[in-house]
């Protein structure tokens, strides 16, 4: 069974603006590699950094969601989690992770979720890390 990953806001966002490790992250849902889960409130803070950090239009958001949920699944979240009082806005990465059940959690986040390490068995790794332990369907 392919691991089911949370990929943090920060990782979308790079991946859509600027490719690199957050994108080759998201390709290995993309590749079904990987279960990639998210929810709606990381959706709509993507919206909300796409067009506040990158001037993205509606159309642009649109078109991008659109490609998201071709390989990523929306689930509903419930429960409510304060572990991060620094940044509240993390503890919607934990809560998505919590109803998912996933593996990991991947994320750029230095400050507040990467050292964590895991919560509750969900590990919490870097882009790099993440690339080093699942493979690409690819061969290199």
Same mark, same amino acid.
């Given at each position: 069974?392919?691991?089911?990953? !949370?990929?943090?806001?920060?990782?979308?966002?790079?991946?859509?603006?600027?490719?690199?490790?957050?994108?080759?992250?998201?390709?290995?849902?993309?590749?079904?590699? !990987?279960?990639?889960?998210?929810?709606?409130?990381?959706?709509?803070?993507?919206?909300?950094?796409?067009?506040?950090?990158? #001037?993205?239009?509606?159309?642009?958001?649109?078109?991008?969601?659109?490609?998201?949920?071709?390989?990523?699944?929306?689930?509903?979240?419930?429960?409510?989690?304060?572990?991060?009082?620094?940044?509240?806005?993390?503890?919607?990465?934990?809560?998505?992770?919590? #109803? #998912?059940?996933?593996?990991?959690?991947?994320?750029?986040?230095?400050?507040?979720?990467?050292?964590?390490?895991?919560?509750?068995?969900?590990?919490?790794?870097?882009?790099?890390?993440?690339?080093?332990?699942?493979?690409?369907?690819?061969?290199?």
């Amino acid at each position: 069974m392919a691991p089911v990953v !949370v990929f943090d806001t920060n990782v979308i966002f790079s991946a859509v603006g600027w490719m690199g490790r957050p994108y080759t992250c998201l390709e290995r849902a993309r590749q079904g590699v !990987v279960n990639g889960v998210t929810s709606q409130v990381l959706l709509d803070e993507l919206v909300e950094k796409l067009v506040e950090k990158l #001037a993205f239009s509606e159309a642009q958001c649109i078109d991008t969601l659109a490609d998201l949920l071709g390989y990523l699944q929306v689930i509903p979240t419930t429960e409510q989690i304060t572990v991060i009082t620094a940044d509240d806005d993390d503890n919607r990465v934990l809560e998505c992770a919590r #109803a #998912a059940n996933a593996d990991f959690i991947v994320t750029g986040d230095r400050r507040h979720l990467l050292p964590l390490g895991s919560y509750q068995g969900i590990a919490i790794i870097s882009p790099a890390d993440f690339l080093n332990c699942i493979p690409s369907l690819e061969p290199n």
